[in-house]
């Protein structure tokens, strides 16, 4: 009992709760969805722009519920999640001419991810001759001004890919 009373364990539990979530700050945040690069949303799932994208047109499926880990993922959730990446490479076929599609998840630290407290799929286009990654990352930098451009022509077609509800 002593080392449960102890001040620096309350202390400790204190700033874990306090640390906030991105991912849980966009879902609850009133802000238009424009300001927060987000495609799609609802109350389980949304699709957004990724801020640091590997390459333009780089997109984030997340589930609304903070997990850190896939095995207590709902199957339902995560099927609808399956059903947003279909759609999503649909999309970034059509909108952007995307020639390849890449579709990962990086799970906790040691799987590279960076936003490790709640799981998220990337899916992002290819093109042909786009494979050097180190040049994809680089070109981020450049693409800067072109990220808005590509979040508006992806936004545009949105609502006629996502169809989650
Ligand atoms: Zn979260």
Known sequence: MDILDAPYKTGYIGVK???????????????????????????????????????????????????????????????????????????????????GINIGMNISKAGGAGIEEHIHCHILPRWQGDTNFITSIANTRVYRSDFDEIYKKLLRQSSKYFKLE
């Not at 979530?21 to 109350?43: H, Q, R």
């Not at 333009?56 to 997340?62: E, Q």
């Not at 649909?90 to 952007?96: E, I, N």
């Open 17 to 99: 709760k306090a640390k906030s979530c991105i991912f849980c700050d966009i879902f609850a945040s009133k802000k238009p969805k424009v300001d927060l690069g987000i495609l799609y949303k609802d109350t389980e799932l949304m699709i957004l722009m990724n801020k640091y994208p590997y390459s333009p047109g780089h997109i984030l499926i997340v589930p609304s519920c903070h997990l850190d880990n896939l095995e207590d993922l709902e199957s339902r959730l995560w099927l609808k999640m399956s059903k947003a990446l279909k759609q999503a490479s649909a999309l970034l076929k059509d909108v952007l001419n995307a020639e």
